[in-house]
């Protein structure tokens, strides 16, 4: 009914003349500076940076992404979105470095 109710609703707004969302953010030049974005606000995200600096230093004693992951949620890191950390994600910090 949600679903019914929403779909019904947005057809009335597109009939007033409403625009739905940035047809210019749909374009490669939107996804491309979207892309940009994310990256810059990931970049100065106080979380990385202090969770980088972890893992730049354990990697250079030999840990395994793994074993750094479970050190950085020991110590209470979390990502951006507020989550424990994974391999993949400490992998990935790691070679954004």
């Known amino acids: ?3 019914i109710r ?3 609703a947005l057809n009335e707004k597109k009939k ?3 625009t739905l969302g940035k047809p210019k953010n749909f374009s490669n030049s939107g996804r491309i500076l979207g892309g940009k974005k994310r990256k810059e606000k990931a970049a ?3 979380n990385n940076i202090r969770a ?3 893992i730049t230093r354990c990697r ?3 840990m ?3 074993k750094i992951a479970n050190e950085l949620n020991q110590n209470s890191f979390t990502t951006v979105r507020g989550k424990g950390f994974t391999k993949n994600t ?3 910090l790691y070679k954004r470095v």
């Open 52 to 54: 980088i600096s972890l």
């Open 90 to 92: 400490v992998r990935r």
């Open 64 to 66: 395994t992404f793994e």
């Open 1 to 3: 009914m949600i679903s």
């Open 44 to 46: 100065l995200n106080p």
């Open 6 to 8: 929403t779909k019904l």
């Open 16 to 18: 007033r003349g409403a």
């Open 60 to 62: 250079n004693e030999g």
